[in-house]
Each structure stands twice: as C-alpha cells, then as structure tokens.
C-alpha cells in the first residue's frame, strides 16, 4: 500500500500544478464551501481512482491511515463532507476542471502510452462518465 499512497501523492502533486479552483470559485456557493473546496474535490476524486479500495470507506480508512495521503489531500476528510460535495457540486464544473487536467498533460500522457494514461481515470460513478482517459 506504500508504494500506492506515494504514487497517488506523486498523482496528486502534477494535479496541483494546473490551476482550476477558478472554475468553482465561479460558483456562488463555493466561498461557503471551507471543508471541500472544488479543487481539493478533484484531487480525492483522483485518490479514489488510484487507491482502489472499495468505497468511499476504503479512501476514508487509507486517508486516516497514511499520513503522506492525509497530507497530500490537505488534511483529513469527514464522511459526510464527502458525500455532501459530490452531491452538491454540478457535474459541469467537474467536467471543465478535468478537460483542463487534460489540456495541460495530453502531450506527456500520450508519450507515455496506455499504461500510463489508466491511472488518470476518474471513477464514473463518482465524478459522471466526464473523460474516458486523459
């Protein structure tokens, strides 16, 4: 699981370097939004793919668990805060920040092939069939 949780930090650090909290902050609920800002949203979302534990309990548990995960999510995730921000976020935010993710990286991810580019996918029954691969 160590060797997951740096790989999903490494994940999580490239998604860091391309700016998309601007597009939820033109949400007018998102400067209500402290505990799970859209952004950080995208990150857990991007932890689940990768974790693969299965449920939300599953990403629950690895965060509690591995510090490094903890810190590279920005701190610990209540349950509800969770499922509160996936059922209240609109799925065209979320689509707009991943085809960003995507215009940002599409070059190197093709580079890199296939193998690469699965652990980019975002889990359809969180995040909406948004993008088939990156």
């Not at 998604?15 to 402290?34: A, G, H």
């Amino acid at each position: 699981m160590a060797e997951s949780i740096t790989l999903v930090s490494l994940m999580l650090h490239a998604l860091k370097q391309v700016p998309v909290q601007e597009i939820f902050d033109r949400d007018p609920y998102e400067s209500r939004r402290t505990a799970l800002k859209g952004e950080r949203l995208l990150h857990v979302l991007v932890a689940y793919q990768m974790v693969r534990q299965p449920g939300m309990r599953g990403l629950l548990r690895a965060i509690e668990e591995h510090a490094a995960l903890q810190a590279a999510l920005g701190g610990p995730l209540a349950r509800n805060t969770l499922a509160n921000a996936l059922l209240h976020r609109p799925v065209e935010q979320m689509e707009e920040a991943w085809l960003r993710v995507r215009r940002s990286y599409e070059a190197g991810v093709e580079r890199l092939g296939k193998q690469f580019a699965r652990i980019a996918l975002v889990d359809s029954s969180l995040a909406h069939p948004v993008l088939d691969r990156l």
